[in-house]
T-cell receptor, first 116, second 113 residues
Framework: DTGVSQDPRHKITKRGQNVTFRCDPI?????LYWYRQTLGQGPEFLTY????????KSRLLSDRFSAERPKGSFSTLEIQRTEQGDSAMYLC??????????????FGEGSRLTVL | GQQLNQSPQSMFIQEGEDVSMNCTSS?????WLWYKQDPGEGPVLLIA?????ELTSNGRLTAQFGITRKDSFLNISASIPSDVGIYFC?????????????FGSGTQLTVLP
């Protein structure tokens, strides 16, 4: 499968614990995005990487959230001291140069986080 | 920030019927995209529109980019059970930053046999 892959698909954690999600984008795509989706809503932008550089961050990305893309390939999203309000689906998306001006994002299957 | 108003929120239709859903915005968008999301999965792109007035088809799906650039609709003809899912519109306000992809809140489609 050469699509965007995310791991884990599901994570249940207790409030206050740290969690980390991984995203492997489509191999030739140099741009990678993280979105958050809560129940009944559309995805909301969190952050954007071009290669290894994190170029944009949303106000939704509090200081408990950190995202990295150290080698410009896979990315991780870490949430520290999780809160119940962090429960959501975390979606990763990628696109290459061809799709950059068109916004045709390719999404992964998402990582669903439940904070108890 | 920009907001997209998507309607209806949910629809129940009989198999074989046509369905229409739309999105409106107070802001002008340069690109409109329609995605479908199945339960527990990420959104999948259905149709992309780049010019005001553009009408584009993808199989049984037809979408239009409104003349005012503030709205778009998606039609599905002859619905089948696998059309069930949540349909999202998304708008991009300018080229050069796909982070400015704003999503609507979705239309939940149920197709009854």
């Amino acid at each position: 499968d050469t699509g965007v892959s995310q791991d884990p698909r599901h994570k249940i954690t207790k409030r206050g614990q740290n969690v980390t999600f991984r995203c492997d984008p489509i191999s030739e795509h140099n741009r990678l995005y993280w979105y958050r989706q809560t129940l009944g809503q559309g995805p909301e932008f969190l952050t954007y990487f071009q290669n290894e550089a994190q170029l944009e961050k949303s106000r939704l990305l509090s200081d408990r959230f950190s995202a990295e893309r150290p080698k410009g390939s896979f990315s991780t999203l870490e949430i520290q001291r999780t809160e119940q309000g962090d429960s959501a689906m975390y979606l990763c998306a990628s696109l290459g140069d061809r799709g950059f001006n068109t916004g045709e994002l390719f999404f992964g299957e998402g990582s669903r986080l439940t904070v108890l | 920030g920009q907001q997209l108003n998507q309607s209806p929120q949910s629809m129940f239709i009989q198999e074989g019927e046509d369905v229409s859903m739309n999105c409106t915005s107070s802001s002008i968008f340069n690109t409109w995209l329609w995605y479908k999301q199945d339960p527990g999965e990420g959104p999948v792109l259905l149709i992309a529109l780049y010019k005001a007035g553009e009408l584009t088809s993808n199989g049984r799906l037809t979408a239009q980019f409104g003349i005012t650039r503030k709205d778009s609709f998606l039609n599905i003809s002859a619905s089948i059970p696998s059309d069930v899912g949540i349909y999202f519109c998304a708008g991009q306000i300018s080229s050069g930053s796909a982070r400015q992809l704003t999503f609507g809140s979705g239309t939940q489609l149920t197709v009854l046999p």
